[in-house]
């Protein structure tokens, strides 16, 4: 879990593996859009930096979070080396959000555990819409950048398995 000081985009380039012959399936979330469009903005512009070819990153949107799942298992289809869901779950005056973000965390764990290609949770799960901006781009950096960066070191640990 990232602290309240840490900011997600801070990290050791030199430790990175070089991703140039890897392929990225990133699945965005239309819901929160705002916040989506920031992490999908930081995790392609990361991918990019570590020397992922611009036409190896394939990008699926869908409609929510909970969407997220399917849109996942059927990007790992792609011939992907990674893929990375994008999706952002602000919370409101029902158990909407509980059930939402246990649902996608969950499906997301299961796809990890039954196939082969990793799926990096970036989801984010907040509070109120200042704390999704602050973590996509804003003040705390960006998961996006984050969840890049699991994904590079992810397709590295599966290429040498």
Sequence with gaps: MATINKNLSDYDKTTIPNA?????????SEWNDTITEGLYQGAYNTLIEHGV??????RWDVPGSFELIYGSKKM??????????????????????DFVCEAVSQGIKDLNVIRETPVIFCVLTDDNMQQALDRSGGKHGNKGTEAAIAAIKMAELRKNS
């Design 53 to 58: 070819i611009p036409s190896n990153i394939i």
């Design 20 to 28: 140039n012959k890897f392929r990225f399936g990133i699945v965005v």
């Design 76 to 97: 790992q289809e792609q011939m992907v080396n990674a893929v990375i869901a994008i999706g952002s779950v602000i919370k409101g005056e029902t158990k909407h959000f």
